[in-house]
């Protein structure tokens, strides 16, 4: 019974058609938004915003990042609709993989220096920010996604099965859990330090507006919100499908399979939910896209508010 079940989950084959088949339609309702919305955003940070004369280049990352993302999901629906979990070509099944982790792991590196950055600047005010820095240098951004290839070339080089066999003996286990810590827990942890020191900062605060300190906090917040509805629940997916495999739970592994790549594919939609982030990191980008794709009578109303609100801001 081992090998059989071991066998119907570590091949390319879906445990369960259906499942997938609704899981393929879910990533083409997520590619059909998210391909025009990232889109969009890159058009307006290089030709309207021109992002690297307004210190958002650890913004435009994340924006490349998505973007990259949404152009590989085509390829995971075709997949998914040929009741395929990966391709049943190895090189293509290691490059998706390559891919998907790679952009993955850009959007959570940029997420977190862009809360690192917001955390010295209202934390340790008057202090010299060296994200501010890092910002205005190109060849750091440079530099982040050199340092990811380490932590990604190994999906690549790694030998199993269909891109599948994670977790089946115990090195490998200890290995992926030291490797799902490092790359998402420990983020996490940092997002969530980070933004509770900044709202506890922000609420002793005494002078400015509510409405100021409410569009801050809910700036810093939804960082956190984005990673730990993206990310956390397809990390914790795999670390209990690590566990069934670990302990040869033959029948729940079946399950544990689809519940990881099902929340893998509800992962991908934090290239729909970063745009928030960037509307409430950065005000001049939110007036260009507004200024860029917004009918004429909804962009006087907007606009007007966006103003009223720097109004307030430069008041205080």
């Known amino acids: 019974m081992s090998s059989s079940v071991n066998s119907s989950v570590d091949n390319c084959k879906t445990p369960n058609n259906i499942t997938y088949q609704a899981l393929s339609w879910l990533m083409a309702g997520e590619f059909i938004l998210g391909l025009p919305l990232n889109l969009s955003v890159l058009y307006v940070f290089i030709f309207r915003f021109k992002f690297w004369k307004n210190n958002s280049i650890f913004l435009f990352n994340i924006v490349v990042a998505d973007f990259l993302l949404v152009v590989c999901l085509p390829v995971e629906i075709y997949h998914y609709q040929h009741s395929l979990r990966h391709s049943d070509n190895r090189v293509v099944c290691k490059t998706m993989l390559f891919m998907l982790f790679l952009n993955r792991g850009a959007s959570i590196a940029f997420l977190i220096t862009l809360s690192l950055d917001r955390y010295f600047s209202v934390v340790h005010l008057g202090r010299k920010n060296c994200f501010k820095t890092f910002e205005k240098s190109p060849q750091i951004s440079l530099f982040i996604w ?124 934090d290239c729909l939910l970063d745009p928030i982030v960037y509307c409430f990191c950065n005000s001049g980008f939110k007036d260009a896209y507004i200024s860029t794709f917004c009918p004429s009578f909804l962009q006087k109303k907007l606009l007007k508010s966006n103003t009223l609100t720097h109004k307030s801001t430069e008041k205080s």
């Open 146 to 269: 050199l340092l990811l290839l380490p932590l990604t070339i190994p999906t690549m080089v790694e030998t199993f099965e269909c891109c599948n066999s994670h977790g089946r003996k115990v090195e490998t286990f200890y290995h992926d859990v030291t490797d799902t810590f490092r790359e998402i827990i420990f983020p996490f942890f940092i997002l969530v330090y980070c933004t509770c020191r900044i709202v506890k900062r922000l609420k002793r605060k005494t002078v400015g507006e509510k409405a100021k300190l409410r569009r801050a906090m809910f700036a810093v917040m939804s960082v956190v919100i984005v990673f730990s509805s993206c990310f956390l629940p397809s990390t914790i997916a795999r670390a209990a499908l690590l566990v069934v495999r670990l302990n040869n739970w033959e029948e729940t592994e079946l399950v544990a399979v689809q519940v990881y790549d099902g929340l893998m594919v509800l992962s991908y939609t």
